[in-house]
């Protein structure tokens, strides 16, 4: 996911910015609203409204405008009013500081899923270098043969396969190939992971990344 973070403050932009960096999403930083009205090309922005020189709600209203990338107001202010105004605005979501990287990170899936399009017919046989992935028909096959894989199996691929290379966050994984607020064994997820790569024949087919989720590549 390709973020805008509109923060001022070092303190809290660096080390923001860097937790975000370890679920795999790719951080721009901007530090006024004049720079964040100029970006172009996030997936998702992050918005303080204290900005220097003009106010964050102001930015909002600019940017929805011209704009529908979701949006998430980040604030000191926990005035019921200003969030009022700032969904009004048209903010999907709004935190007030502080707050867990983890739990923005947890919005940010949220608000992504809420926000994304129903994918068209064309979309729906998914291509990742030799694999193909035929979502209506819940099929697998692999440089033209079938990949017999079990229901939770066939889920967890057509995740990773939605955007080959990204980092999906283990816990994204369990609220959407299991269920919201999953709490069965801790190994289910990497149990999956592991018979999911004995049948793709080879492991490096879905990276792990340690402490924060898996992606999926085609190996070298």
């Known amino acids: 996911m390709r973020v805008l973070l509109v923060e001022d403050d ?6 923001l910015a860097d937790g975000l960096a370890r ?3 790719a951080v721009r930083r901007v530090g ?3 720079e964040a009205l100029a970006a172009v090309g996030a997936e998702m922005i992050l918005l303080d409204l204290g900005l220097p020189d003009m106010d964050g709600l102001d930015v909002c209203r600019e940017l ?6 979701p949006l ?4 000191a202010r926990g005035d019921e009013a200003d969030r009022v105004l700032g969904l009004g605005l048209g903010a999907d979501d709004y935190m007030a500081k502080p707050f867990s990287v983890r739990e923005l990170v947890a919005r940010m899936h949220a608000v992504g899923r809420r926000a994304a399009p ?3 017919v064309d979309d729906r046989v998914l291509s990742v270098g030799p694999l193909r992935i035929d979502r209506r028909a ?3 096959h692999l440089r033209g043969a079938p990949v017999p894989l079990a229901p939770k199996e066939y889920d967890l691929l057509a995740l990773l396969a939605g955007d080959p290379g990204a980092v999906v966050d283990r816990r994204r994984i369990l609220e ?3 269920e919201p607020n999953f709490f069965g064994r801790g190994k289910t997820l990497d149990f999956h992971v592991a018979s999911l790569r004995r049948k793709l024949g080879d492991p490096a087919w879905i990276e792990t990344r340690r402490g924060v989720g898996f992606r999926l590549v085609v190996p070298g």
């Open 23 to 25: 679920y795999g999403m």
């Open 72 to 75: 998430i107001m980040l604030t």
């Open 118 to 120: 129903a994918s068209p």
């Open 10 to 15: 070092n303190s809290i932009a660096e080390p």
């Open 138 to 140: 819940r099929q697998v």
């Open 64 to 69: 929805r405008r011209t704009s529908t990338v």
């Open 32 to 34: 006024t609203g004049a």
């Open 176 to 178: 959407t190939v299991w």
